[in-house]
């Protein structure tokens, strides 16, 4: 609501509209910090998936259930090396072939799902 009234709202049709309705009322100190913090913040959000799914391939390796290599962790760091290699170049190779809009909707939809399937796991092993 906020931005319709600093900008015409046919002109909000952009990826950063914040950033833009900022920098079109002559803010561009605001307008910079607001992409900035955009840009950490996807870079955490890549980092906290790429850490959660290393997690994943290393827990379901040490349940037997990928091959041992997941498993396999640095003698000195204690971090699964192979796993952390494979999410590493899969998320590069996906992130270089698809688009970026689908990719964020397909991994909004894998948190969604993942949310959804332990909420009903927490239903179903309390009974």
């Known amino acids: 609501l906020v931005l319709t009234g600093m900008v015409p709202y046919h002109l909000l049709n952009v990826s950063d509209a914040m950033a833009f309705a900022l920098h079109a009322v002559g803010q561009n100190v605001a307008a910079g910090i607001i992409s900035a913090g955009a840009i950490a913040g996807i870079t955490t959000v890549i980092f906290v998936y790429l850490y959660a799914t290393v997690r994943v391939l290393f827990s379901m390796s040490r349940d037997h259930l990928l091959p041992k290599p997941f498993s396999v962790v640095h003698p000195h760091s204690q971090a699964p090396v192979f796993s952390t290699w494979i999410a590493g170049f899969t998320g590069a ?35």
Not at 103 to 121: D, E, P, Y
Request: charged share 10%; net charge positive.
């Open 93 to 127: 190779a996906i992130a270089g072939f698809v688009d970026l809009r689908a990719l964020s909707n397909l991994i909004n939809i894998g948190a969604l799902l993942t949310f959804m399937m332990v909420a009903l796991s927490v239903i179903v092993l309390r009974k």
